[in-house]
């Protein structure tokens, strides 16, 4: 038995499910003669016959039907690992191609890092833009994955959070409402505030949250970056609301207060989005499941 080859038990296992001979030999594109000689050749060697003839009809022997349970199991397993091994090509040659929001900046490049450590040979290409353009790359399929504050409603697409976004209040650390408890919303209203560009997300969820409130910013200024506007709110230009991960490479807190204002952090959500039907390559799955396990790596601010 030890002598046979998967070939003969490829031969056998085609024979087995569609029940003859001449079927096999179409399926697996071989002569009728090399079949049947194959067929003799496993027989020999198993020492018992593996089918039997009844009228036109061929049936498996018990020996035949116990190879034929074998068989299966055996080319399956063959199956699996003939795929670890594509997966394991896979992630020695792999393209990563992943565009975040300039938000997820701050701590993106830090998970990559550590998945660079278990996957080294991956090439990563990191967009980063604010999160219009990110939908505008999302719907043209430019990339395999996304990551960005909240998923886009209008697109038929797979989203899955992975990590929690606390949005909150800076201000500089000097601010009269710097230890306050329990600011109003609507004293904060008041403040001069500094916000993102249009199209940014952490504006679109600053604005939804004042209008649900039917309360009005007073904007002094518009920045189209997340680090502009921490210098500015520094330079006591105002207050603003900001993803706490963009404060991850500062000393803790340092130049800024977190003002206590009611209804605050603001507790949104990082999501790794693709479009819905898209095959994801080993690379993107791989990475998209360890996101998943995201709060498990260090990804705090320091
Ligand atoms: P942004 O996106 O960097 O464009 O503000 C962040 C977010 O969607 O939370």
Request: hydrophobic share 25%.
């Given at each position: 038995m030890r002598h046979s080859t998967l070939r003969q038990l490829e031969v056998f296992e085609a024979i087995a499910r569609l029940g003859s001979f001449t079927r096999a030999a179409e399926e697996l594109h071989l002569t009728q003669p090399t079949v049947s000689m194959q067929i003799k050749k496993l027989t020999d060697a198993v020492g018992l016959p593996l089918f039997e003839q009844v009228g036109k009809r061929m049936y498996l022997t018990d020996a035949g039907r116990a190879l034929q349970a074998f068989t299966r199991e055996m080319l399956d397993h063959f199956a699996r690992f003939e795929m670890t091994l594509a997966d394991m090509k896979g992630l020695k040659q792999g393209r990563l191609r992943l565009a975040v929001v300039t938000t997820a900046k701050y701590f993106a490049p830090r998970l990559l890092g550590l998945f660079w450590e278990q996957y080294p040979g991956i090439e990563v290409a990191l967009k980063v833009a604010n999160r219009e353009h990110v939908l505008e790359r999302l719907a043209a399929n430019e990339d395999d994955l996304y990551i960005l504050g909240q998923p886009p409603e209008e697109m038929d697409i797979v989203a899955e959070p992975f990590l929690e976004n606390p949005l909150v209040v800076l201000a500089p650390a000097?601010?009269?409402?710097?230890?306050?408890?329990?600011?109003?919303l609507a004293r904060l209203a008041q403040e001069p505030f500094l916000l993102r560009e249009l199209g940014s997300g952490t504006r679109a969820a600053i604005e939804r949250t004042f209008a649900e409130h039917g309360l009005k910013l007073k904007v002094r200024m518009e920045l189209g970056s997340n680090e502009a506007i921490k210098q500015a709110i520094v330079g006591g230009l105002g207050v603003s609301v900001l993803?706490?991960?963009?404060?991850?490479?500062?000393?803790?807190l340092g130049q800024f207060a977190i003002l206590d204002v009611?209804?605050?952090?603001?507790v949104r959500h990082w999501f790794v989005v693709y479009p819905s039907g898209k095959r994801l390559s080993v690379v993107a799955s791989t990475f998209l499941d360890y996101l998943k396990d995201a709060p498990k790596h260090s990804t705090e601010p320091n």
């Open positions: 000097r601010h009269p409402l710097a230890g306050e408890h329990r600011i109003p993803s706490r991960h963009t404060l991850g490479l500062d000393p803790p009611e209804g605050f952090p603001i």
